[in-house]
């Protein structure tokens, strides 16, 4: 099977849930012992209400939700948006087990340093453009084309500030492994080192 589920083969940007690694993932993931899972707080018995602020191509809000949360996804990107709002559409036609999972998804278009304060969110899930780095594979491609549409996202400590005011008991914040805590932010709770990719973990008491 394919791996590249978001780059169609003239090499444009789509969004398929239906194929190449997302469906891989959903059919034989780790379930809840991944590192995001585990960051957003869901375990056996707790399955939080999630916002992702930051939805992009909706990866890692469809984890999530094939894990059984309730996911708010806000794109700000009319772009990606319209990217994202066609690939949501496709797996509701595809129906299944991929259908039954965007089904608990909720797409916004707007930005998540407005819209935020009045979803109330119980867990903010906080995944910015990272900083530019040298890897490999599709991965890459495939942020590279999403960098050309939405830039840097250079206002992300502002999204951060305003997550960690409204957010009632978690803010998970998805970064590089090997880069700084974010300055003029508190330190988080605890941190998820997967290989390539660190979940900062801020706990609101
Ligand atoms: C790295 S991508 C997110 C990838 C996503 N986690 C996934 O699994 O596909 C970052 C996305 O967040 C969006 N974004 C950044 N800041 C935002 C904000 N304040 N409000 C809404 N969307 C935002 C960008 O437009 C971009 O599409």
Request: net charge positive; with cysteine.
């Amino acid at each position: 099977m394919s791996k590249k589920s978001n780059i169609d083969k003239n090499n444009n940007l789509i969004c398929d849930f239906t194929k190449g690694s997302i469906k891989h993932r959903l059919m034989y993931g780790g379930g809840r012992s991944q590192y995001l899972p585990r960051a957003v707080g869901m375990t056996k018995g707790r399955t939080p209400n999630i916002v992702d602020a930051t939805a992009g191509l909706g990866k890692d809000s469809f984890l999530l939700a094939s894990l059984g949360a309730r996911v708010t996804l806000i794109e700000r990107s009319p772009i990606i948006h319209g990217l994202l709002y066609d690939g949501m559409e496709r797996a509701m036609r595809a129906g299944g087990l991929t259908a039954e999972v965007v089904e608990r998804m909720t797409l916004i278009m707007g930005d998540s340093i407005e819209l935020l304060p009045n979803l109330e969110p119980e867990v903010v899930l906080v995944d910015p453009m990272h900083p530019v780095r040298k890897s490999s594979a599709q991965v890459k491609k495939e942020m590279v084309l999403i960098r050309q549409i939405v830039g840097n996202d250079c206002d992300y400590v502002d999204l951060l500030n305003v997550a960690l005011n409204v957010a009632k008991k978690r803010v998970v914040l998805k970064w590089p492994k090997g880069a700084n805590t974010i300055e003029n932010i508190k330190l988080p709770s605890h941190q998820l080192s997967g290989k390539t990719t660190r979940y900062d973990v801020f706990m609101i008491s």
